[in-house]
């Protein structure tokens, strides 16, 4: 079965501090994953996904099959970060996303 | 710019009604999805299209059709509005099977 768990709703840290959001994923061959982000009145986006191996506003995920794991990181949290977040999944077809449940982080000063 | 737009942003309805949710795009996009938002269970596939008179059908598709008529539009029909159904919906569009989807502004319907 092709699943996504994002197991935090919620994660709250203080300005500065590490931040990582937790993405577990369930998948035959080779995944392509994705983190989304909704930052509040507006809409959600694209913030990075696996194959470009880039860092994005500070964010950097590594993908670790051997833990079926696409966490989403970053060593300093700024305040701007606050946002929901959503772990997605390419399905088996190919066809369209499957989406994590999302985690709210929350981070304050 | 191109853009994709959603309408009505909010709808407040009676169970029982037939409501139709907008989406356009202007990217020439062949791909749009429909998901709806819920806490609890984050954004769940309702429908999908791969191009004009193509639909597919997703993780949540009872109580929901679509159809294709155009490259630009993909309306979202409840036949018969069920309380259910209260969420927020997101159409999304997207050039090829990149995973890189763009997303409308969402709109929040509410079935009393």
């Known amino acids: 079965a092709q699943r996504v768990t994002q197991p935090e709703k919620l994660l709250s840290v203080f300005k500065g501090a590490p931040v990582e959001l937790k993405c577990n994923y369930s998948?035959?061959?080779?995944?392509?994953l994705f983190w989304y982000v909704q930052y509040s009145r507006q809409r959600l986006q694209l913030l990075l996904r696996?194959?470009s191996r880039e860092s994005i506003k500070g964010f950097t995920a590594d993908l670790n099959k051997g833990e079926t794991s696409f966490h989403l990181k970053k060593p300093f949290a700024q305040e701007e970060d606050s946002a929901m977040y959503y772990c997605?999944?390419?399905?088996?077809?190919?066809?369209?996303?499957?989406f994590g449940k999302g985690t709210t982080l929350s981070v304050s000063s | 710019d191109a853009e994709i737009t959603q309408s009505p942003r909010h709808k407040i309805t009676e169970t029982g009604r037939q409501v139709t949710l907008a989406c356009h795009q202007t990217?020439?996009?062949?791909?749009m999805f429909w998901y709806r938002q819920d806490l609890g269970h984050g954004l769940r596939l309702i429908h999908y299209?791969?191009?004009?008179?193509?639909?597919n059908k997703g993780e949540v598709s009872d109580g929901y059709s679509v159809s294709r008529s155009n490259t630009e539009d993909l309306p979202l029909t409840l036949e018969s509005a069920a309380s259910s159904q209260t969420s927020v919906y997101f159409c999304?569009?997207?050039?090829?099977?990149?995973?890189?989807?763009?997303f409308g502004e969402g709109s929040r319907l509410t079935v009393l």
């Open positions: 999304a569009s997207s050039v090829g099977n990149t995973g890189e989807l763009f």
């Open positions: 998948y035959s061959g080779s995944p392509e």
């Open positions: 696996h194959i």
């Open positions: 997605a999944l390419l399905n088996q077809a190919g066809t369209a996303l499957i």
């Open positions: 990217w020439n996009h062949n791909n």
């Open positions: 299209s791969y191009g004009v008179q193509d639909t």
